[in-house]
């Protein structure tokens, strides 16, 4: 059977199922219990919607609802299953979804099905043989039916509910005096069908789906014309940018290869200043060593000189002794 849209329809029983990820427990302790109702009491005043009744087992939920105009099922299902699966992941140190992504929605016509609905769900656990009795389930709009003190405040649901009944029945007489086919068949209408109700109703929420639907489509137009404009600037800018850049690009290169050439002339210049200073560096230091050897090799002449002379005259002198 294929999904249903979210829509908002105003005046309609909104039926939903949600259960845990691979029909785990969502429920482990009276806490859990009690922090999901605080939820829901807490999102039912911030959104305005009627809760005519409600049922939480422990790996699953039945909510029976009324939405206002302009507010849509999916913003107060998202707002509740985050919040709820914010506080069990932070209470059991765990990740991921608690609640399936996507909950089971039915679609009801208000008059002929709000009074069977909430007996639906006030005796799916005794259906489902979870409770002897359908009064044991703490966890349900139940006991405000019967006149104790519920956990999500409901007078104007639970006036709308009553005021259904024949007047010599109590809410409690009627679930005892419904018969057992009878929800057997609500239940096999609800399984095989999302939208119950007369044909003025289906005509109503087929329309409503049209509408819907056509809204979805003229988006996805707009969004595929703003997809095609935009990505048409974007290789337009794309074009644009790299045709600078190559301009830039081809510049800088130009720019480099003057520097370049200019710093290599530069270089050789300064190497060749460079060889000629060294060069009279080394002809300059040659030449003082020169002039050195030359005064040293004329002194070395005279001592040899004076050393013969020496020699000499003591020569004459051992002559002349003899």
Known sequence: MPRMPRISLEGALYYLTSRGNHEQKIFNDQQDYHTYLELLEKYKKEYGFKLFSYVLLPNHLHLLMEIK????????????????????????????????????????????????????????PYRLGLVKDSKECSYSSLPFYFGTKGKVPM????????????????????LKNIPKGDLEALGK????????????????????????????????????????????????????????????????????????????????????????????NIQEFYAANMVSYKAMAKRLEIEKNKVKKLEEEVKKEDGQNE
């Open 189 to 280: 209408k609800l399984h095989n069908k999302r939208i119950l109700g007369s044909d003025e109703f289906k005509k109503i929420v087929k329309e409503e789906i049209e509408r819907y639907e056509s809204q979805i489509q003229g988006g996805k137009r707009i969004m595929s014309k703003k997809l095609i404009l935009t990505g048409s600037v974007a290789i337009a800018s794309f074009l644009i940018a790299s045709v600078f850049l190559f301009g830039i690009n081809r510049k800088l290169k130009k720019n480099y290869d003057k520097v370049s050439q200019i710093k290599e002339k530069e270089y050789s210049e300064k190497l060749e200043s460079e060889k000629k200073k060294a060069r009279a």
């Open 69 to 124: 105009e302009g507010i849509t099922i999916s913003e107060i299902m998202h707002a509740l299953n985050s919040s709820y699966t914010k506080y069990f992941n932070g209470k059991y140190n765990r990740q991921g979804h608690v609640l399936q992504g996507r909950y089971k929605l039915n679609l009801l016509e208000k008059g002929p099905y709000l009074l069977y609905m909430t007996a639906y769900l006030h005796l799916n």
């Open 155 to 174: 007078d104007e649901e639970l006036r709308e509910v009553t005021d259904l009944l024949d007047e010599q029945k109590t809410y409690e007489d009627f």
